[in-house]
């Protein structure tokens, strides 16, 4: 079984996967304990690219598996634009309301 990712590992990745079975295992007191299973459309590794820390577990392949990889500047900027938009939509909402319209923004 291919192993993707090591816990403690520096991460610069995430994965989607698109086929294929997957366990993710942590050492725990020394042994290596399954603490998830992942298949298709499910993504694993975001954790390093959200925190900025080391692999929180390590992930191998059970079967043959096709995944998919996101770089962390790609991750970034699909975050960074969600936050704007959702931004954006709490401001409108907020400008709706008749009883807090008239508030400055900031």
């Not at 704007?84 to 923004?105: P, Q």
Request: hydrophobic content about 35%; glycine content about 8%; overall charge negative.
């Amino acid at each position: 079984a291919e192993k993707i990712i090591n816990e403690g590992d520096t991460g610069n990745y995430l994965f989607v996967v698109e086929k294929g079975t997957l366990e993710c295992t942590k050492n725990i007191g020394g042994e290596e304990k399954v603490v998830k299973e992942v298949c298709s459309g499910d993504v694993f590794g975001e954790l390093a690219l959200l925190y900025n820390c080391p692999r929180a577990a390590s992930v191998k392949a059970k079967d043959h598996c096709i995944c998919w990889q996101l770089d962390r500047e790609s991750f970034n900027h699909i975050v960074k634009d969600a936050a704007v938009k959702r931004r954006e939509r709490y401001d409108n909402f907020l400008k709706s309301v008749t009883l807090i319209a008239s508030i400055d923004g900031y």
